[in-house]
């Protein structure tokens, strides 16, 4: 089984700046199957960036993803308010499974 | 618009069965173009996929779950089930259908049920 792992844990930023959240996996990645998701309070996860880095329909293109094999990750170019949430890696292999990181949490500083 | 409605009993007693229901609409649960999947979120903690199953009846779990897991689809309801057997306190969870079209995503996500293990 594929380990994600996740960071920073908690990212302290402002609107307006740059966030870069990583994640790494155990064993390299299929066909770079990994998916990035945005969660808020009380809310289903929304799906982000799916093969590594294609945006999802009506994901802004401040989004992006990026990486391959083991190292992955999340760029946001300049957080807008809406952008405080948590975010989930996600990683799709060969035999079917699947596992998410612990995520990182994007908090106002 | 395709669109997921988790349904469950919200409560169930340790050691019991639960069982979750997920109903689609906006597409058929016999498409070729999709697969569906079970993830749980324990309150305050992260995202845990249970399983999934694909055109044909083809399933995949997560294998810690394994042994007290069976997903199944309805073709006549135009659902997907999830049942869990054994359940303690630690299967205490938001339960999430969701659906993928490829690349190992899940795109559209159900809002959700909350499932409660007590006596």
């Known amino acids: 089984e594929i380990v994600l792992t996740q960071s920073p844990g908690t990212l302290s930023l402002s609107p307006g700046e740059r966030a870069t959240l990583s994640c790494r996996a155990s064993?390299?990645?299929?066909?770079?199957?990994l998916a990035w998701y945005q969660q808020k309070p009380g809310q289903a996860p929304r799906l982000l960036i799916y093969?590594?880095?294609s945006r999802a329909t009506g994901i802004p293109d401040r989004f992006s993803g990026s990486g391959s094999g083991t190292d992955f990750t999340l760029t946001i170019r300049r957080l807008e308010p809406e952008d405080f949430a948590v975010y989930y890696c996600?990683?799709?292999?060969?035999?079917?499974?699947?596992?998410f990181g612990p995520g990182t949490k994007v908090d106002i500083k | 618009q395709l669109q997921l409605q988790e349904s469950g009993p919200g409560l169930v007693k340790p050691s019991e069965t639960l069982s979750l229901t997920c109903a689609v609409s906006?597409?058929?649960?016999?498409?070729?173009?999709?697969?569906w999947g079970w993830i749980r979120q324990p309150p305050g903690k992260g995202l845990e996929w249970i399983g999934s199953?694909?055109?044909?009846?083809?399933?995949y779990y997560n294998p810690s779950l394994k042994s007290r897991v069976t997903i199944s689809v309805d073709t006549s309801k135009n659902q997907f089930s999830l049942k869990l057997s054994s359940v303690t306190a630690a299967d205490t969870a938001v339960y999430y259908c969701?659906?993928?079209?490829?690349?190992?995503?899940?795109?559209?996500w159900g809002q959700g049920t909350m499932l409660t293990v007590s006596s």
């Open positions: 996600q990683q799709y292999g060969s035999s079917g499974g699947v596992t």
């Open positions: 064993q390299s990645v299929t066909s770079s199957y």
């Open positions: 906006g597409a058929s649960i016999s498409s070729t173009d999709y697969y």
């Open positions: 199953i694909y055109y044909g009846g083809s399933t």
């Open positions: 969701a659906i993928s079209s490829g690349w190992g995503a899940f795109d559209i």
């Open positions: 093969g590594a880095s």
